[in-house]
């Protein structure tokens, strides 16, 4: 699962940036993307910030499961899956608004 950011740029020279929620798959010599969501209406920031957690997941998962071992003591049914499956990102996709295409 990965950000797509994709620049249309016009003829007056203005440049629109759109961001699709994506996932690859390897057919033979060919990539398949699919597109499971276009988050461009949350804003660049936010659209920025998807794309860096989805791209250092284990980085920030490390973070997280360093922060929870010093808080254990306080809460010990804290646990980190660092897996980011569709599964674990769904919350996230059932606000935005499906865009339907393959």
Known sequence: M?????????PNGKIYT???????RREGEK???TTIL??????N?????IAYAIKNRQSIAQLIAESSKRTSAANDSVSLNADLS???IRPVV???KPIGAD
């Open 2 to 10: 990965y950000v797509d950011r994709i620049r249309h740029k016009q």
């Open 18 to 24: 759109q961001y699709l929620l994506r996932t690859s």
């Open 31 to 33: 990539t398949i993307k």
């Open 38 to 43: 276009n988050i461009t209406s949350w804003g």
């Open 45 to 49: 920031e936010t659209c920025e910030a």
């Open 86 to 88: 569709y599964d674990n």
């Open 94 to 96: 059932l606000q935005g």
